[in-house]
């Protein structure tokens, strides 16, 4: 059994009885086989893909470990996507059709995620979204898709109220040619219009495959905003961070960096920006300082001691998206795809990063875990690790900017 685990830290007791066992035979009870659609190659977010495949495998061990689902081992059935959506399209009608996987979830891109997710609605098979922010995913209104990470208006609200906070007059927004960018683009908009309508901002959208922003960036020079942020994801998010400050632009005297997309606990982070990383405010859904149930804390060191990094905010997703699926069929007692949704629609669940549950809102909030915990953190050195950085906006707390740090010009 696992150790310092309550049946509150798990919610409904998912495990209560894994005394059980498996098979009474002596021989293996079948597996309840779950489908990962990730990217392991480019042009896709490789790093990305790592981080939630090895969260949803420290949770099947962890799950695996206590006796399974109603006596059943979870086996985990991965699908490389590259972050392409004809390739997450490819995949979840192979794990479906083919490898006979009960539920999909582990996509981290929402492009990927919303070609994977018809098919998944097609076949009628819960599909449990791991980290694409875009709110078309859950605008389509299907009964098969549940969303346990972040969403693009939690964003949105972040960013509005931090600019607003800031005092930022002029803000301008860099965002890559994908759902996830242009999307989170256009609702920052509307965030602001609507928090703090007395700020100019604009956004300008860059094709995530190129390697030069200078035609983009250099009109900046000469009247630079009070603000850039970042709607970009590696390698490109990287360059252009780069490109920011080679050209005296941002983080500066007279510019914040704002990350939107969550880069800092990229374990090549480091490696590719250097000083330009140095002053950027973070929009964060993990930092060590945060408050947290015992299962996030068991699961990171389970992640540290399998992988010898820290903790990251894609691991605990990943994980809570599988913790969600197993909770859904112990309840259920049943891998029925009408079972199970039903089950997930009243998910109420103490997983790694607080007590989640399922709005059955229309639009974007439906079936979307409207409470997802996030903080702002500035990074205020060269190669510092996400846990010393400053956390300047608790859980549920304003931003506090006298704890901010900039740069001397």
Same mark, same amino acid.
């Given at each position: 059994?696992?150790?310092g685990l ?9 495990f ?7 098979a ?14 990730v ?12 981080q939630? %495949? ?5 949770m ?18 991965i ?15 192979k794990?479906?059709t ?7 979830t582990?996509?981290?891109q ?13 076949y ?10 875009s709110?078309a995913?859950?605008?389509?209104g299907?009964?098969e898709?549940?969303?346990?990470g972040?969403y693009?208006?939690?964003v ?11 005092g ?6 860099f965002a ?9 683009? %256009?609702i920052?908009?509307a965030?602001?219009k609507e928090?703090a ?6 956004f ?10 200078l035609?983009a960036?250099l ?13 970009m994801?590696?390698?490109a998010?990287?360059?252009l ?6 050209q005296?632009?941002a983080?500066?005297?007279k510019?914040?960096?704002y990350?939107a997309?969550?880069l800092?606990?990229?374990?090549d982070?480091w490696?590719n ?7 950027m405010?973070?929009f ?10 015992p ?9 540290t001691?399998?992988? %010898?990094n820290?903790?990251n ?16 069929i ?15 629609e009243?998910?109420k669940?103490?997983g790694?990063?607080g007590?989640?549950?399922?709005s ?5 909030k439906?079936h979307?875990?409207l409470d997802v ?5 500035q990074l205020t ?10 956390l300047v ?17």
């Amino acid at each position: 059994m696992m150790i310092g685990l309550t049946r509150r830290t798990l919610g409904v007791g998912l495990f209560a009885f894994a005394s059980l066992g498996f098979a009474s035979s002596g021989q293996a009870a079948d597996p309840i086989k779950i489908g990962v659609t990730v990217t392991q190659s480019p042009p896709g977010s490789v790093v990305q893909g790592t981080q939630v %495949k090895d969260g949803l495998e420290v949770m099947a061990k962890i799950i695996n470990d206590a006796g399974g689902v109603n006596g059943r081992p979870i086996e985990l059935v991965i699908e490389d996507t590259q972050g392409l959506p004809e390739k997450a399209r490819a995949a979840v009608e192979k794990l479906i059709t083919r490898d006979k996987v009960v539920a999909v979830t582990g996509e981290h891109q929402s492009s990927a995620a919303l070609a994977g997710m018809e098919v998944a609605k097609r076949y009628h098979i819960p599909y449990v979204n791991t980290n694409g922010w875009s709110d078309a995913i859950r605008e389509k209104g299907y009964a098969e898709v549940f969303n346990p990470g972040n969403y693009n208006n939690r964003v949105g609200d972040a960013v509005a109220e931090a600019m607003k906070a800031l005092g930022a007059k002029r803000v301008v927004a860099f965002a890559e040619n994908t759902d996830f960018g242009i999307g989170l683009a %256009k609702i920052i908009a509307a965030k602001i219009k609507e928090r703090a309508p007395q700020i100019d901002y604009k956004f300008e959208t860059l094709d995530r495959a190129s390697k030069d922003f200078l035609p983009a960036l250099l009109p900046l020079r000469a009247n630079p905003p009070d603000a850039v942020i970042n709607i970009m994801l590696p390698p490109a998010a990287y360059i252009l961070m780069n490109q920011l400050y080679e050209q005296g632009i941002a983080p500066s005297a007279k510019t914040w960096s704002y990350d939107a997309s969550g880069l800092a606990d990229y374990p090549d982070f480091w490696q590719n920006v250097k000083e330009a990383g140095k002053g950027m405010l973070v929009f964060g859904l993990y930092h060590p300082k945060m408050a947290q149930p015992p299962l996030g804390k068991q699961v990171g060191d389970a992640y540290t001691a399998k992988t %010898k990094n820290a903790p990251n905010r894609l691991l605990f997703q990943a994980a809570d998206s599988l913790l969600v699926i197993a909770d859904a069929i112990k309840r259920a007692k049943s891998t029925e795809p009408d079972a199970m949704i039903k089950a997930l629609e009243d998910t109420k669940l103490v997983g790694t990063r607080g007590e989640m549950t399922f709005s059955k809102e229309a639009g974007y909030k439906n079936h979307q875990w409207l409470d997802v915990p996030y903080v702002t953190f500035q990074l205020t050195e060269v190669n510092q690790h996400v846990g010393d950085s400053a956390l300047v906006e608790e859980a549920g707390k304003p931003l506090d900017t006298s704890k901010l740090w900039k740069p001397a010009k």
